[in-house]
């Protein structure tokens, strides 16, 4: 029998488990990356345990991904894992000395299980990562670094930035009505910008990334207004207010620009919730996500979506390549958003 302090951590670990399945949208490189472990790492102690404690009879090294995974690893690979960016390979060789290690008998079996994966027939390759993705392991994590430095590193450098972004995320299919006007301002918030110290970029990359957009969603998104602001929660809510209780022709969306860091004067989240009659979390959080799969420090962003009246508002970072790597993920989202918030 399970001693209570047994217990407590068997417990532990299940919720732990349970957690991990609920988050598919965290990948196992930045898990790695972060903290040296991964969804395959747990699955390696979970069989350590098993022949450590068992009589023979206990469960496969594949019976442990399964249950470590709610499902066999193939079936999650196919549904949740995203091809490695350079930056997160990167990242995985450096911190190789900081990862889990395992016993020799565990990594045999895994090894035994990569051996099992017969070669194909053609060079498909569908046919290649479907047989890889069947033998329950991983082609990037709790593997030597040097086998896997080499793959997944032609991402091209003549892509717009926030492409990569896009690819790697969920996909958003929004189908916007031929001629659809989406009224959009931008408010950044900035002192050094209003001093005059520091020229303006991410309002004009918030313009250029709705150009962009355009063509793709199949809409146009008119720029009316433009108000650059210091880091002051009053004016900032004010600015939100004036825009969105224009009688005649209000934005549906409001982009605000800057200040949703950790530091004080960073106040545009408090402010956009004090001008919201109501918020909409989901769309922050998506956003966050997404983006932290390419830039994991994108998860502190304390950025907010919220409505006021008929407008929809939502906080952007202030650096103008995250501007652009933000809006990929977003403006679809948004567009639907603003549509339906204009329409009821």
């Known amino acids: 029998a399970l001693t209570t302090s047994e217990a407590v951590q068997a417990y532990a670990f299940r919720e732990l488990v349970r957690h991990l399945q609920m988050r598919t949208d965290v990948q196992n490189i930045d898990q790695m990356n972060l903290a040296g472990y991964c969804r395959n790492c747990l699955s390696k102690w979970l069989y350590a345990g098993a022949l450590k404690t068992s009589n023979g009879d206990h469960p496969s090294y594949n019976d442990c991904l399964a249950d470590v995974y709610g499902m066999s690893y193939g079936q999650w690979k196919t549904k949740y894992q995203k091809k490695a960016t350079p930056e997160q390979m990167a990242l995985y060789k450096e911190t190789k000395a900081l990862q889990a290690k395992h016993s020799p008998a565990v990594e045999a079996a895994a ?5 099992s994966v017969k070669k194909p027939e053609t060079k498909s390759t ?4 479907q047989q890889v993705a069947a033998s329950g392991l991983s082609n990037v994590c709790c593997t030597p670094a040097e086998e896997v430095a080499s793959k997944a590193m032609t991402a091209s450098a003549t892509k717009p930035l926030g492409a990569e972004v896009m690819n790697d995320a969920d996909p958003v299919d929004v189908k916007l009505p031929p001629g659809t006007t989406i009224r959009a301002a931008i408010i950044v918030v900035s002192d050094r910008v209003t ?10 990359a918030i313009e250029k990334s709705l150009k962009e957009f355009e063509a793709k969603l199949g809409c146009s998104f008119p720029v009316t207004a433009v108000k650059v602001v210091p880091d002051e929660k009053k004016i900032i809510s004010d600015a939100i207010r004036t825009l969105a209780d224009d009688v005649k022709a209000p934005p549906s969306l409001i982009l605000t620009t800057g200040g ?10 408090e402010a956009t919730k004090e001008a919201s009659d109501r918020l909409v979390p989901g769309l922050a959080t998506h956003v966050t996500i997404q ?9 502190l962003s304390r950025a907010v979506s919220g409505i006021r009246k008929k407008s929809l508002v939502f906080n952007l970072p202030g650096r103008p390549k995250a501007v652009r790597e933000n809006l990929a993920i977003a403006l679809p989202v948004l567009s639907h958003a603003a549509i339906q918030l204009e329409s009821s």
């Open 111 to 115: 090894k035994a299980a990569k051996k």
């Open 291 to 299: 983006s932290s799969r390419k830039e994991p420090f994108a998860l």
């Open 195 to 204: 001093a005059g110290v520091y020229k303006d970029e991410s309002g004009p």
């Open 260 to 269: 949703t860091g950790f530091s004080a004067r960073d106040v545009t989240p």
């Open 126 to 129: 569908t046919k290649i990562v």
